[in-house]
C-alpha cells in the first residue's frame, strides 16, 4: 500500500535527512543572503539527478514529473532563510555564523522538503503529473521571498492546482499536525514613527518639548485602535518592540524613534487602521507640542487556506498518522509570506508538532534557545509526500 510504502522510505531516509537539517542550523544565512544553503540544496538535487533551476536571487525550484499520464500539478514550498538571533543552545551542530540561527524552523522545512523530493522521486512510478518544489529565500523580511517565486513564474507553466506547505510549532506535541480552514495567519505592517521636540535639560522640562513623554502617549493612545476602533470579533494586535530615545539620565533628546507592527485578518479594516494610527499618532504629537512622522511599510496580506483542499489534506494526514494526531489550529497572529501563494492559488498551510517537553524542547520561535524534536522530520517528509501522492491521485 502506499502509506506503508513512504512511511519505509521515509524511515530509511530519517538519519539523512536529520544530518541535513544539522548542517542548515550550523550554517544559517540572513534573508536573501542564502548563498551557501542555496548551494547545498543545489548539490544534493543534482546528486539525485532532479532537475532545477535558480529562481528569486537565491531560491531554487525544482521539478518531478512522475510516469503516468496526468496534468496534475501540485507545488510544496519551503523557506530558507534564518534570523539575527545569538543560539543559546548547547548542541553539536548550533550555529557557526555568530548572530545567526534558524530560531524559525526553516532548516527543517528546507531538509523536510529534500526529503520529499528524494521520496517522490524514488516513486515516480506511482504517480502522473508534476511537483514542483520551492526553496524560497527571504521569508523573514520584507518584500517576502514569496512574492520574488511568484514575479519570476514559479506559479507558472505549468500552474499549480494547489500549493502546500508547513512550518513547525512548539506549542504543539510532536507527532501531531494542525490544520484550519480559511483565514489561518495574520496580515503584517511595519510600523515606524519619528517623534520630534526640543530637547534639553532633564531637571528645566519647562524648557523642552519632551519627544519621551509625546512617544509614551502615542504608545498608549495607539492601543484605542485595538479596543476601541476594531471590530471586537477581528483580531487585531498594535505591538511596539523598539523605543530609541539617545539621551541621558539628565538629557531630554530632539527626536525619539518608535518601531512596531500592526496585524489583523481584515483588509478593508487594515486600510481604514492605517489612517486611524496616523490621525491618533500626529494628533498626540500635536497636542503637546511636537511632531510626529508616521510611516507604515505595508507587508504580508492574512494567509488564507483553501477549505476544500484543507479538508482534503487533513483527512489524507488523518489517514496517514491517525486522527487522534491531527488537529486543528487556531487562528494565529504570526504573519507568513506564504500567504502571498493562497492569494493567487488554492493553499493550505499546516502546523508540525515539535515539541518534547521530557527533553525539554518547548521554547517559542524567534529565540535564542529553540530546538525540535528531531523525530518531527520522520513525520514531516513522509506525511508531505503521501498527501502530494494523494492529491495527485495515486493508491
Not at 307 to 326: I, K, Q, W
Request: one cysteine or more; proline letters at 4%.
Amino acid at each position: 500500500m502506499l502509506k506503508e510504502e513512504i512511511q519505509q522510505r521515509a524511515k530509511k531516509l530519517f538519519n539523512e535527512v536529520i544530518a541535513w537539517r544539522r548542517h542548515l542550523h550550523a550554517h544559517p544565512e540572513l534573508s536573501y543572503r542564502e548563498f551557501e544553503t542555496s548551494a547545498f540544496i543545489k548539490s544534493v538535487l543534482d546528486g539525485w539527478g532532479v532537475c532545477w533551476q535558480p529562481i528569486a536571487h537565491t531560491g531554487v525550484l525544482a521539478v518531478i514529473t512522475g510516469d503516468l499520464a496526468d496534468d496534475k500539478v501540485v507545488a510544496l514550498r519551503a523557506d530558507m532563510d534564518a534570523l539575527p538571533i545569538t543560539e543559546r543552545n548547547a548542541v553539536s551542530y548550533a550555529s557557526l555564523n555568530n548572530g545567526v540561527m534558524h530560531a524559525c524552523g526553516h532548516d527543517v522545512h528546507t531538509s523536510s522538503l529534500l526529503g520529499v523530493v528524494k521520496i517522490l522521486d524514488s516513486l515516480k512510478h506511482r504517480f502522473g503529473g508534476t511537483v514542483k518544489f520551492l526553496f524560497q529565500p527571504g521569508e523573514e523580511r520584507l518584500p517576502g521571498g514569496a512574492t520574488l517565486m511568484i514575479k519570476e513564474g514559479a506559479l507558472q507553466d505549468p500552474v499549480p492546482g494547489s500549493v502546500i506547505g508547513q512550518h513547525v510549532m512548539p506549542a504543539i506535541e510532536c507527532g501531531k499536525v494542525a490544520f484550519r480552514k480559511g483565514k489561518f495567519m495574520a496580515s503584517m505592517d511595519e510600523l515606524r514613527l519619528k517623534v520630534t521636540g526640543k530637547g534639553g535639560h532633564g531637571a528645566e522640562p519647562q524648557n523642552n518639548i519632551d519627544p519621551v513623554v509625546i512617544a509614551s502617549h502615542i504608545i498608549v493612545a495607539l492601543q484605542q485602535v485595538v479596543s476601541r476602533r476594531a471590530n471586537p470579533f477581528t483580531p487585531t494586535v498594535v505591538s511596539f518592540g523598539r523605543f530609541i530615545a539617545d539621551g541621558a539620565i539628565n538629557i531630554i533628546p530632539d527626536v525619539v524613534e518608535l518601531e512596531g507592527t500592526f496585524r489583523t485578518f481584515d483588509e478593508t479594516w487594515r486600510e481604514k487602521a492605517h489612517n486611524e494610527m496616523k490621525k491618533i499618532a500626529e494628533g498626540t504629537a500635536e497636542s503637546m507640542g511636537g511632531k510626529c512622522e508616521f510611516i507604515i511599510h505595508r507587508g504580508y496580506p492574512y494567509l488564507f487556506n483553501n477549505e476544500l483542499l484543507t479538508g482534503e489534506l487533513a483527512g489524507y494526514a488523518a489517514e496517514y498518522l491517525g486522527p487522534e494526531n491531527v488537529v486543528e489550529a487556531g487562528q494565529w497572529m504570526a504573519a507568513e509570506d506564504f500567504a502571498y501563494y493562497s492569494h493567487v492559488a488554492d493553499s493550505c498551510f499546516y502546523q508540525l508538532g515539535i515539541r518534547n517537553e521530557a527533553q525539554h524542547i518547548t521554547s517559542s520561535l524567534h529565540t535564542a534557545t529553540f530546538n525540535v524534536d528531531e523525530n518531527a522530520l520522520l513525520l514531516s517528509t513522509g506525511l508531505m509526500s503521501y498527501m502530494t501522492l494523494r492529491r495527485l491521485g495515486a493508491k
